[in-house]
């Protein structure tokens, strides 16, 4: 640790006093006008920032000539010294304690560890190149053309201070004209790795220094190698806490904040008292962090304080420092200074653009495209910044030989880091926007402009629903519509070929789908585990061309579970069990009826395992040589001891089990351990008749060894632990996969929805949507085969995760409740803590939950409504199915025999494109012989539409594993259509018909809330039936959607068709039926209230009304017991 009681320059001789601006302190100090001075400095700062926000470096340069002006006044004047003396006391250690651990966290923070991490070897090999380039080159300029002659230690500390490139300097200029992420975190993490080496070097220096003059060169890599490995290891365990803490549902914004930043100081300031480097520890630390660590929108709150924290100490130490150079001799700034600031601002960027030329091979073995035109951008990146003025002082102080002018180190680094700021930070942009690097591609255009359209689209629905309303009549919609409109306007360029749209489309995929998890995980679906390995996957696959990420790519990311499952079973089969031999072998023989009672009892196996505890310190003497030498007897005693009882214990043993003796391992191992005691018994009295034969002495010593064995079973106690303890792993493995591949296929989902909006054209749109569909079922069927193995984890999981969404809801819904007045902020506050409270309780959810029985299923099928009414109908004739792997459920152009509800198992689904009941002249895709391929798990119903319209079946399903399922018969289906006509039935098409419309239509239907259970109680949506030549009139006030579900339609006023599934566009006012059957799904425009009469548009007659309807299901329980009444008589 270093010297806390020195000032910024160390003196060599006695207790003599510091000068201070070249005088000694032998007055009287006033420290209160210094924060006068520290709170002036953050105004003048702010004020400065504020009006000159394009040039960072202007607002330093002035900062630093004003602290040089202030520090001049306090050398010449006493008034002024006075306010500044305590900033010439304060200790550089402390200054850099104060400064550092901030700014290295937040640059450390912005890092994406994932990009990162895809390049560790070749940042870690460009940041050591990096680093022994500018030591070796740097410190040979200053030892060749520095006149102050400087020693060749404080030469290599100071070409240490100047190699190391400034974090959060090096990539601003970057960020602000579009570079891609992927490059600036290559450039911050070289800049963290020479910042971490630099603060250890610093730091052996700081601890040696007062001891040992001379380093060894195991002491430099013994003490670097446990710095770094401390450090990772504290800065790690730190993240860990502060990602609790964070995560932390009960915690406010405020309490996070203060919580989060002096954690950071207190990780910096543990690991410095230990010896290591917290700024290692740090960087390590906003590695561990991302966004997922945080709370819901509390990342930008911390990263605002961050920024305004690590913006302020910037302009405080620039001032500060300028203030120290002034306080120096003005005779030491002379020409030579002048001179030897422009050869080592000429070196340092030497230094860069040589180290670009040694790692381009490196970086051109990356899977990123790197080339020359990013070499040039590179090369001007070694920006110094805060870090290197921080260590600055040290310098001097850590100097073997002091020097006259120590501020000459300061004042070096600090215009060295001005003259980066400004000049690289202008020729890095100025470079990347000359060689085309700024420039956006045309995909990306071409999606920018889909983006555009559609959002100029919204503009226009918006003006166009705004001129209806009254109190907007009198507005200038001319002049709105002109003030609203975009205009960009992209340089025409040829258009690019189908790979490299295809190219630009998989990037947003990925954007897309990382976007998909993380609000996933926001919303409480998907845990934090699972989320950050699909994001890690995502941005792993992500670099490599042409490559849309699939389920078996996350399940390689995470690695095999197999490992586990192989060491379970080799633990069962090590597993200790009881055989034991019936009773009625021995008939009235009470010797062995005594003896069968203490085998197999309790206190007998207790009793082996207390035999071989008694034996751990024998054993311990017997290797012992010299206690062994001294109690031989015993030890021959204890032996004889021991080997009868095990002989004693096994024959008891043999004589009840007799041959099923051997059928366990662990009665062999006994056995063996018996035979090996009798030949070390015979070998030791042979030993006592020839104590001459050196080969009997030899061997019998090596048969003592052998004892040890005598401890191995031990073991099968701890086999059932270790049993348990494997089993609770396969389970969390099961239900992280689980996780992780539920939130693959949502992801997927959501990525169908927006891929319109990413390429307008068709062939584009279509090759991703097939990609798409095909990654979904593969992940569907690995859900399945998961399912299959562990039901009581999938249903455990999926039990916690409804009890998550339901009371997300409830959360949602007191938001608003809260948000409108009509619930008071206290008992908003109170009802809130309730609801965290449940949501947190959930971390204790049992692991796995006991699957249901058979008959509970029944209350899944959503169209029974779990009413007990219709579940005992149905129970009654229900009955269990068995299917072994392979066999086929049901084939296509076979006639239904029932409908199949799945319990457990899964099973897959081959078919040509449904016909939707549209004859095959009419169907575009009549000669279409792709097959298509759909997985049945637990939960899904087969043959549901081949029972209502009594056709032949469309699909074949064959099972993938063993299943299990609900068999309800064509004819069971039909009597309960029967009993409780007309709802039952209803019921079916209605959930048949919700079902179809979200599969095709989903982004249509993404704003409205179509629960089947909403559907049936408040006539949300409604099924219209429709025959051949029957019409149907639409009314788009009442309409809100209108689809065709099954069958076909015909607008009667332009005679154009639409066939199923089809959304029947608003100028469509009258249709006729033009198949057998059609059935088109009504969404409603309002929500009517509850039991209320409707409208009925139907000429036919064929749809009762609601009246009817509603009249009907209140009566159709007394219509089932009269006919339940009727059937049993």
Request: with cysteine; net charge neutral; aromatic share 12%.
């Given at each position: 640790?270093?010297?806390?009681?020195?000032?910024?320059?160390?003196?060599g001789?006695?207790?003599?006093?510091?000068?201070?601006?070249?005088?000694?302190?032998?007055?009287?100090v006033?420290?209160?006008?210094?924060?006068?001075?520290?709170?002036?400095?953050?105004?003048?700062?702010?004020?400065?920032?504020?009006?000159?926000?394009?040039?960072?470096?202007?607002?330093?340069?002035?900062?630093?000539?004003?602290?040089?002006?202030?520090?001049?006044?306090?050398?010449?004047?006493?008034?002024?010294?006075?306010?500044v003396?305590?900033?010439?006391r304060?200790?550089?250690?402390?200054?850099?304690?104060?400064f550092?651990?901030?700014?290295i966290?937040?640059?450390?923070?912005?890092?994406?560890?994932?990009?990162?991490?895809?390049?560790f070897?070749?940042?870690?090999?460009?940041?050591?190149?990096?680093?022994?380039?500018?030591?070796?080159?740097?410190?040979?300029v200053?030892?060749?053309?520095?006149?102050?002659?400087?020693?060749?230690?404080?030469?290599?500390?100071?070409?240490?201070?100047?190699?190391?490139?400034?974090?959060?300097?090096?990539?601003?200029?970057?960020?602000?004209?579009?570079?891609?992420?992927?490059?600036?975190?290559?450039i911050?993490?070289?800049?963290?790795?020479?910042?971490?080496?630099?603060?250890?070097?610093?730091?052996?220096?700081?601890?040696?220094?007062?001891?040992?003059?001379?380093?060894?060169?195991?002491?430099?890599?013994?003490?670097?190698?446990?710095?770094?490995?401390?450090?990772?290891?504290?800065?790690?365990?730190?993240?860990?806490?502060?990602?609790?803490?964070?995560?932390?549902?009960?915690?406010?914004?405020?309490?996070?904040?203060?919580?989060?930043?002096?954690?950071?100081?207190?990780?910096?300031y543990?690991?410095?008292?230990?010896?290591?480097?917290?700024?290692?520890?740090?960087?390590?630390?906003?590695?561990?962090?991302?966004?997922?660590?945080?709370?819901?929108?509390?990342e930008?709150?911390?990263?605002?304080f961050?920024?305004?924290?690590?913006?302020?100490?910037?302009?405080?130490l620039?001032?500060?420092?300028?203030?120290?150079?002034?306080?120096?001799?003005?005779?030491?700034?002379?020409?030579?200074?002048?001179?030897?600031?422009?050869?080592?601002?000429?070196?340092?960027?030497?230094?860069r653009?040589?180290?670009?030329?040694l790692?381009?091979?490196?970086?051109?073995?990356?899977?990123?495209?790197?080339?020359?035109?990013?070499?040039?951008?590179?090369?001007?990146?070694?920006?110094?910044?805060?870090?290197?003025?921080?260590?600055?002082?040290d310098?001097?102080?850590?100097?073997?030989?002091?020097?006259?002018?120590?501020?000459?180190?300061?004042?070096?680094?600090?215009?060295?880091?001005?003259?980066?700021?400004?000049?690289?930070?202008?020729?890095?942009?100025?470079?990347?926007?000359?060689?085309g690097?700024?420039?956006?591609?045309?995909?990306?255009?071409?999606?920018?402009?889909?983006?555009?359209?559609?959002?100029?689209?919204?503009?226009?629905?918006?003006?166009?629903?705004?001129?209806?309303?009254?109190?907007?009549?009198?507005?200038?919609?001319?002049?709105?519509?002109?003030?609203?409109?975009?205009?960009y306007?992209?340089?025409?360029?040829?258009?690019?070929?189908?790979?490299?749209?295809?190219?630009?489309?998989?990037?947003?995929?990925?954007?897309?789908?990382?976007?998909?998890?993380?609000?996933?995980?926001?919303?409480?679906?998907?845990?934090?585990?699972?989320?950050?390995?699909?994001?890690?996957?995502?941005?792993?696959?992500?670099?490599?061309?042409?490559?849309?990420?699939?389920?078996?790519?996350?399940?390689?990311?995470?690695?095999a579970?197999?490992?586990?499952?192989?060491?379970?079973?080799?633990?069962?089969?090590?597993e200790?069990?009881?055989?034991?031999?019936?009773?009625?072998?021995y008939?009235?023989?009470?010797?062995?009826?005594?003896?069968?009672?203490?085998?197999?009892?309790?206190?007998?196996?207790?009793?082996?395992?207390?035999?071989?505890?008694?034996?751990?310190?024998?054993?311990?003497?017997?290797?012992?040589?010299?206690?062994?030498?001294?109690?031989?007897?015993?030890?021959?005693?204890?032996?004889?001891?021991?080997?009868?009882?095990?002989?004693?214990?096994?024959?008891?043993?043999?004589?009840?089990?007799?041959?099923?003796?051997?059928?366990?391992?662990?009665?062999?191992?006994?056995?063996?351990?018996?035979?090996l005691?009798?030949?070390d018994?015979?070998?030791?009295?042979?030993?006592?008749?020839?104590?001459?034969?050196?080969?009997?002495?030899?061997?019998?010593?090596?048969?003592?060894?052998?004892?040890?064995?005598?401890?191995?079973?031990?073991?099968?106690?701890i086999?059932?632990?270790?049993?348990?303890?494997?089993?609770?792993?396969?389970?969390?493995?099961?239900?992280?996969?689980?996780?992780?591949?539920?939130?693959?296929?949502?992801?997927?989902?959501?990525?169908?929805?927006?891929?319109?909006?990413?390429?307008?054209?068709?062939?584009?749109?279509?090759?991703?949507?097939?990609i798409?569909?095909?990654?979904?079922?593969?992940?569907?069927?690995?859900?399945?085969?998961?399912?299959?193995?562990?039901?009581?984890?999938?249903?455990?999981?999926?039990?916690?995760?409804?009890?998550?969404?339901?009371?997300?809801?409830?959360?949602?819904?007191?938001?608003?409740?809260?948000?409108?007045?009509?619930?008071?902020?206290?008992?908003?506050?109170?009802?809130?803590?309730?609801?965290?409270?449940?949501?947190?309780?959930?971390?204790?959810?049992?692991?796995?939950?006991?699957?249901?029985?058979?008959?509970?299923?029944?209350?899944?099928?959503?169209?029974?409504?779990?009413?007990?009414?219709?579940?005992?109908?149905?129970?009654?004739?229900?009955?269990?199915?068995?299917?072994?792997?392979?066999?086929?459920?049901?084939?296509?152009?076979?006639?239904?025999?029932?409908?199949?509800?799945?319990?457990?198992?899964?099973?897959?689904?081959?078919?040509?494109?449904?016909?939707?009941?549209?004859?095959?002249?009419?169907?575009?895709?009549r000669?279409?012989?792709?097959?298509?391929?759909?997985?049945c798990?637990?939960?899904?119903?087969?043959?549901?539409?081949?029972?209502l319209?009594?056709?032949?079946?469309?699909?074949?399903?064959?099972?993938?594993?063993?299943?299990?399922?609900?068999?309800?018969?064509?004819?069971?289906?039909?009597?309960?259509?029967?009993?409780?006509?007309?709802?039952?039935?209803?019921?079916?098409?209605?959930?048949?018909?919700?079902?179809?419309?979200?599969?095709?239509?989903?982004?249509?239907?993404?704003?409205?809330?179509?629960?089947?259970?909403?559907?049936?109680?408040?006539?949300?949506?409604?099924?219209?039936?429709?025959?051949?030549?029957?019409?149907?009139?639409?009314?788009?006030?009442?309409?809100?959607?209108?689809?065709?579900?099954?069958?076909?339609?015909?607008?009667?006023?332009?005679?154009?068709?639409?066939?199923?599934?089809?959304?029947?566009?608003?100028?469509?006012?009258?249709?006729?039926?033009?198949s057998?059957?059609?059935?088109?799904?009504?969404?409603?425009?309002?929500?009517?209230a509850?039991?209320?009469?409707?409208?009925?548009?139907?000429?036919?007659?064929?749809?009762?009304?609601?009246?009817?309807?509603n009249?009907?299901?209140?009566?159709?329980?007394?219509?089932?017991?009269?006919?339940?009444?009727?059937?049993?008589?």
């Open positions: 640790m270093p010297n806390t009681n020195s000032s910024f320059w160390m003196q001789e006695g207790n003599r006093p510091d000068l201070l601006c070249g005088r000694s302190a032998t007055y009287t006033v420290n209160s006008h210094f924060l006068m001075l520290v709170c002036s400095t953050v105004v003048l700062g702010g004020f400065l920032r504020t009006y000159l926000r394009s040039s960072e470096v202007t607002v330093l340069i002035i900062l630093s000539v004003s602290g040089f002006v202030i520090g001049q006044l306090a050398h010449s004047s006493i008034k002024v010294y006075q306010i003396y305590p900033l010439l304060t200790p550089s250690f402390s200054l850099y304690c104060y550092a651990p901030i700014i966290f937040m640059a450390a923070l912005d890092v994406d560890f994932y990009i990162l991490k895809n390049v070897w070749q940042v870690l090999l460009t940041g050591l190149i990096s680093f022994v380039v500018s030591f070796i080159i740097i410190g040979y200053v030892l060749k053309f520095n006149r102050d002659f400087w020693d060749l230690q404080t030469s290599l500390l100071f070409s240490m201070t100047l190699g190391m490139t400034d974090p959060i300097h090096s990539v601003n200029s970057l960020k602000t004209i579009g570079i891609s992420k992927m490059y600036t975190d290559i911050r993490g070289e800049s963290m790795i020479i910042c971490g080496f630099t603060s250890i070097c610093f730091g052996v220096f700081r601890s040696n220094s007062l001891h040992v003059a001379v380093f060894t060169e195991l002491q430099i890599i013994l003490s670097l190698c446990l710095d770094i490995l401390g450090s990772i290891i504290c800065g790690y365990s730190c993240a860990r806490i502060i990602q609790f803490i964070l995560t932390d549902l009960f915690s406010n914004i405020l309490t996070s904040v203060i919580l989060c930043i002096s954690m950071v100081y207190m990780t910096f543990i690991v410095e008292f230990l010896g290591m480097s917290g700024m290692v520890a740090l960087v390590t630390v906003g590695l561990n962090l991302d966004s997922l660590s945080f709370k819901p929108r509390i930008l709150i911390i990263t605002k961050l920024i305004m924290f690590s913006a302020v100490f910037q302009q405080l620039y001032i500060f420092f300028g203030i120290v150079i002034g306080c120096g001799e003005t005779k030491y700034l002379n020409f030579h200074a002048v001179v030897f600031l422009f050869i080592l601002f000429a070196t340092v960027n030497f230094v653009l040589l180290t670009v030329v790692v381009s091979p490196i970086l051109m073995h990356t899977s990123y495209e790197y080339n020359w035109k990013w070499g040039i951008v590179i090369a001007w990146s070694g920006i110094k910044g805060v870090f290197s003025l921080l260590l600055a002082p310098i001097h102080n850590l100097a073997e030989k002091k020097i006259e002018s120590p501020q000459l180190f300061i004042l070096y680094v600090q215009v060295i880091s001005l003259l980066t700021m400004g000049i690289n930070s202008y020729m890095m942009t100025h470079s990347a926007r000359t060689l690097l700024c420039a956006i591609s045309l995909p990306r255009q071409m999606a920018m402009q889909n983006a555009i359209k559609h959002i100029q689209e919204i503009i226009q629905n918006t003006i166009t629903l705004f001129k209806t309303e009254k109190m907007l009549t009198n507005v200038n919609w001319t002049l709105v519509e002109e003030k609203t409109k975009i205009e306007n992209f340089p025409e360029e040829e258009s690019p070929t189908e790979e490299v749209l295809i190219e630009e489309a998989r990037l947003h995929v990925a954007i897309i789908q990382m976007s998909s998890f993380e609000k996933q995980c926001n919303d409480g679906i998907l845990s934090v585990e699972a989320a950050r390995i699909l994001i890690g996957a995502s941005k792993s696959y992500c670099p490599i061309q042409g490559k849309f990420m699939s389920i078996y790519d996350v399940s390689t990311y995470v690695r579970r197999s490992w586990l499952m192989k060491f379970k079973n080799m633990l069962t089969v090590l200790y069990h009881k055989d034991k031999a019936p009773l009625f072998l008939g009235n023989n009470k010797l062995l009826l005594f003896v069968h009672h203490i085998v197999f009892s309790e206190e007998f196996e207790y009793a082996g395992h207390v035999i071989t505890v008694m034996y751990i310190y024998p054993m311990i003497i017997h290797l012992w040589p010299m206690a062994r030498e001294l109690n031989v007897s015993t030890l021959l005693s204890v032996n004889y001891y021991y080997i009868f009882l095990y002989i004693f214990r096994s024959a008891l043993k043999i004589i009840i089990l007799k041959r099923k003796y051997f059928d366990q391992y662990w009665n062999t191992l006994d056995f063996l351990i018996v035979l005691g009798i030949v018994l015979f070998c030791l009295y042979f030993v006592k008749l020839r104590p001459d034969n050196l080969v009997l002495i030899q061997f019998t010593v090596i048969l003592g060894y052998f004892r040890i064995i005598r401890f191995i079973p031990f073991i099968k106690i086999i059932p632990l270790l049993i348990n303890v494997v089993d609770v792993q396969i389970k969390k493995r099961l239900r992280l996969m689980y996780g992780i591949t539920k939130g693959y296929v949502k992801s997927q989902e959501d990525t169908k929805l927006l891929i319109k909006h990413i390429s307008s054209q068709e062939s584009i749109y279509q090759k991703l949507y097939e798409l569909e095909t990654n979904k079922r593969d992940a569907v069927k690995e859900l399945g085969l998961i399912e299959h193995e562990g039901r009581d984890v999938v249903i455990a999981l999926k039990t916690r995760q409804a009890i998550r969404s339901v009371i997300a809801k409830a959360l949602k819904n007191l938001t608003f409740l809260w948000s409108r007045g009509i619930i008071d902020k206290h008992e908003g506050i109170e009802m809130n803590k309730v609801l965290l409270a449940k949501i947190k309780a959930l971390n204790n959810f049992p692991m796995a939950i006991a699957p249901p029985t058979p008959d509970k299923y029944l209350h899944n099928i959503v169209w029974l409504e779990n009413k007990d009414v219709l579940i005992e109908f149905f129970k009654e004739r229900a009955k269990l199915a068995y299917f072994d792997y392979g066999d086929v459920i049901c084939r296509e152009g076979e006639m239904p025999q029932g409908i199949y509800l799945v319990i457990s198992g899964m099973a897959i689904l081959h078919s040509l494109p449904p016909t939707f009941g549209i004859d095959s002249s009419l169907r575009s895709d000669g279409s012989k792709t097959m298509f391929t759909e997985y798990t637990s939960g899904d119903i087969i043959g549901e539409l081949s029972c319209l009594k056709r032949e079946i469309e699909y074949t399903v064959i099972c993938e594993t063993i299943l299990q399922a609900c068999f309800i018969s064509l004819e069971d289906l039909y009597e309960g259509f029967d009993v409780f006509w007309p709802s039952l039935e209803y019921k079916i098409w209605l959930k048949l018909a919700l079902g179809i419309a979200y599969q095709y239509f989903e982004s249509s239907l993404s704003d409205e809330d179509l629960d089947f259970q909403k559907c049936v109680a408040f006539n949300l949506a409604y099924v219209e039936t429709l025959s051949s030549y029957n019409e149907m009139t639409i009314d788009n006030v009442t309409m809100k959607f209108v689809i065709i579900v099954y069958g076909s339609v015909i607008d009667t006023k332009t005679e154009v068709p639409y066939l199923a599934p089809c959304i029947l566009p608003k100028t469509c006012e009258q249709v006729q039926g033009t057998d059957l059609s059935k088109l799904l009504v969404v409603q425009a309002f929500e009517p509850k039991n209320t009469d409707s409208k009925v548009m139907v000429n036919t007659g064929l749809r009762m009304t609601q009246r009817e309807y009249w009907k299901r209140k009566n159709e329980e007394r219509c089932f017991q009269l006919s339940w009444n009727r059937s049993q008589s």
